[in-house]
C-alpha cells in the first residue's frame, strides 16, 4: 500500500477522526473506482463460482468489483461457517507453534533409515494398496475421490493426535461424525441462507442435532487424547530440542505438548480441528485431481512410473527419496497449478488501503482467485495443459516467492500453509505406493468429471476408475540392499 494510506491508517490509530481523514489529500476518493463486474446471478449458477470468476477477470481485469448482490457475497464467507467446528479459529499468535509442530514433524521423519512404512503416510496408503489389489482381483471398478479422502483422514488423524480413524477399513461411529461435521461445513459456505443460526431450528432439525451430537463426540475424543497426551509428557524425562521425538507417539500433539507450549486444551482442540480441516480434504482433492489428470495423459504417467520404478523399485519412499523424484514432484507442482486446494482465498480488509491503483475499503471483502492466475493465458504458455514439463526439472521447487506470487500452491505470507512439507512427503508417498503397483483408467461408462466447490474442489460424481496390477519386474533398488545389511527387520518391512 502507499505512504498515504499507511500515514492515514496510524493517524486513524491515533483517534483523529474519520472525517479529517478523508479531506486530507490521497484520500480515497481521489482514486479511480474499482471496474464494476456486472451480470446476471443466474450466470453464477449451477457451476463452482470460480469458473464465472475466471470470465470476469477475461473481462474486467485483475481487479474489479463484483456486484451479483447478496447471494455471491454469502457463498464467499467460508471462514465463518466453519467457526462452529473450531470456535474463533487459531489466535494468529499460535501461528508460529502450530507451523513449528507440523515442521518438527518432518524432519522427525527424515532419517534415511526411516521409510515411510514407519510413518502414517506408507502404513494407510498400504492399506489403500491392499483395497485397491482386491478392487483389481475381483474386477470391480472403484470411486478414487471417497477412498482418497479416506486415506488422507486416516494419516492426520495418525500424524495430528496418534488416532487411528482406520476409516479406510471400517466406518465406526467417530469416522461418521468426522464427516457430518465435514460435510456440515462445507455446505454452510455454500448456502445462500444461514438457516443453522436459527435457535429453534437448532434443536428441531434432524440433520443439525446429528451435527451437534457429532461435534460432541469428537471433542470428547479430542478432549481424551489431549489429556492422554498431557499425562505422557508429564511423565517423560526427555527433554525438548529440535529433533526431539517420542517414539511411541510421535504425534504432532505430542511435539506441540513436550514443546511446553502453554496452551488451554480448549485453543489445543481448536488448534487440532483446524489442522484436521484444513490438512484432511486439501490432501485428497490434490490425489483425486492429480489421478484424473494423470489418467488423461498417459504418456505422464507412464514417465512417472518410470522414475518410481528406477528410485524405489518395491521399497517403501522415505525423506531423502525426495529430492530423487522430481518428476514426481513436477507432476504435483502442476496438478497444483490446474487445480489448486482452495481455488479461492478470501480476506477481509481492517483499514482503508490501496490495491494496484483502486481504493480498498475497511471491512470489504476480497476475493483472491488462485484459479485465476494460475490458469492466466498471459502467464502461462497453454495455460489449459497439464505438462509437469512446464517446471524444469533440476530447477528450484516452484513457490510463492520464486515465481512471483503468480503461483501460490500453499498460499502466501503470514496465513501461508503450514503444512505445506507435511503435505508434499504425503502426497509423493501416496502417488509413487499407488503407480508402482498399478495402472489407473477412467472407469467405462463412468459420469463425466465434473467440478464442484466447497472448500476445496470436489468431482460431482466421484472419480470412478478402473484399477489393474501393474506387470513388473521385481527391481531391487540400492537402498534396500543397504537396509539388509544394515537392519535386517527394516527390510522385512518392504512390501511383496
Ligand atoms: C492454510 C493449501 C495441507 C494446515 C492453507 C492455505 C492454503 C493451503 C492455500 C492458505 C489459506 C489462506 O491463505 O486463506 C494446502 C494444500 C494442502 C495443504 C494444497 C495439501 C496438498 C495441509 C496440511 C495441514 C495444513 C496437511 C496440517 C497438517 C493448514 C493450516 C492453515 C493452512 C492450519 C491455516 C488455515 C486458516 O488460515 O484458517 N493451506 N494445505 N494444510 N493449512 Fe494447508
Known amino acids: 500500500s502507499g505512504f498515504l494510506p499507511q ?12 472525517e479529517f481523514l478523508d479531506i486530507l489529500p490521497g484520500s480515497l476518493r481521489d482514486y479511480p473506482e474499482v471496474p464494476q463486474a456486472k451480470g446476471a446471478l443466474s450466470s453464477l449458477r449451477g457451476e463452482p463460482f470460480f469458473i464465472p470468476l475466471y470470465e470476469l477477470f477475461l473481462t474486467y481485469g485483475g481487479i474489479f468489483r463484483l456486484s451479483f448482490g447478496p447471494k455471491f457475497e454469502l457463498k464467499g464467507n467460508p471462514g465463518r461457517n466453519f467457526r462452529f467446528c473450531y470456535g474463533e479459529g487459531p489466535d494468529p499468535s499460535r501461528w508460529r507453534s502450530m507451523a513449528c509442530s507440523t515442521k518438527g514433524y518432518c524432519p522427525s521423519i527424515a532419517s534415511e533409515v526411516c521409510s515411510s512404512y514407519d510413518w502414517p503416510f506408507g502404513r494407510a496408503t498400504d492399506r489403500l494398496c491392499k483395497k485397491l489389489d482386491a478392487a483389481a482381483s475381483d474386477g470391480e471398478d472403484v470411486e478414487m475421490e471417497s477412498l482418497f479422502s479416506r486415506l488422507t483422514l486416516d494419516i492426520i488423524g495418525n500424524a495430528l493426535f496418534n488416532y487411528e480413524f482406520d476409516s479406510l477399513s471400517n466406518d465406526t461411529g467417530i469416522v461418521e461424525a468426522v464427516y457430518t461435521v465435514l460435510r456440515e461445513a462445507e455446505d454452510r459456505s455454500v448456502s445462500p441462507i444461514p438457516v443453522w443460526d436459527i435457535p429453534v431450528w437448532k434443536d428441531i432439525s434432524p440433520r443439525q442435532r446429528k451435527v451437534t451430537a457429532s461435534l460432541k463426540l469428537i471433542n470428547d475424543t479430542l478432549n481424551d487424547l489431549i489429556a492422554i ?15 526431539y521425538i517420542n517414539e511411541k507417539d510421535p504425534s504432532i500433539l505430542h511435539f506441540l505438548l513436550a514443546s511446553g507450549d502453554d496452551v488451554s486444551s480448549k485453543q489445543l482442540r481448536d488448534d487440532l480441528m483446524t489442522m484436521l480441516i484444513a490438512g484432511h480434504e486439501t490432501s485428497a482433492a490434490v490425489l483425486t485431481w492429480t489421478f484424473y489428470l494423470l489418467s488423461k495423459e498417459p504418456g505422464v504417467m507412464a514417465k512417472l512410473q518410470d522414475e518410481v520404478d528406477s528410485v524405489l523399485g518395491d521399497r517403501f519412499p522415505t525423506v531423502e527419496d525426495m529430492k530423487n523424484l522430481k518428476y514426481t514432484t513436477r507432476v504435483i507442482n502442476e496438478s497444483l497449478r490446474l487445480y489448486p486446494q482452495p481455488p479461492v482465498l478470501i480476506r477481509r480488509s481492517l483499514e482503508d488501503d490501496v490495491l494496484g491503483q483502486y481504493p480498498i475499503r475497511r471491512g470489504e471483502d476480497i476475493f483472491i482467485s488462485v484459479w485465476n492466475l494460475h490458469h492466466c493465458p498471459n502467464r502461462w504458455i497453454d495455460a489449459e495443459k497439464f505438462n509437469p514439463e512446464r517446471w524444469p526439472i533440476d530447477g528450484p521447487n516452484p513457490n510463492e516467492v520464486n515465481q512471483n506470487f503468480s503461483y501460490l500452491p500453499f498460499g502466501g505470507g503470514p496465513r501461508k500453509c503450514v503444512g505445506d512439507m507435511f503435505a508434499t512427503f504425503e502426497n509423493i508417498v501416496a502417488i509413487t505406493m499407488l503407480v508402482r503397483r498399478f495402472n489407473f483408467q477412467l472407469a467405462l461408462g463412468a459420469p463425466l468429471v465434473g467440478m464442484t466447490t466447497g472448500a476445496t474442489i470436489h468431482t460431482t460424481e466421484g472419480l470412478k476408475m478402473t484399477v489393474t496390477r501393474r506387470m513388473i519386474t521385481p527391481i531391487i533398488p540400492k ?16 512390501p511383496p
Do not use: Y
Open 229 to 243: 497426551c498431557k499425562r505422557m509428557v508429564e511423565e517423560e524425562e526427555l527433554q525438548f530440542h529440535e529433533e
Open 7 to 18: 500515514l492515514k491508517s496510524i493517524l486513524s490509530k491515533f483517534g483523529v477522526p474519520k
Open 479 to 494: 537402498l534396500e540392499k543397504k537396509f539388509r545389511e544394515v537392519d535386517g527387520e527394516k527390510a522385512l518391512k518392504t
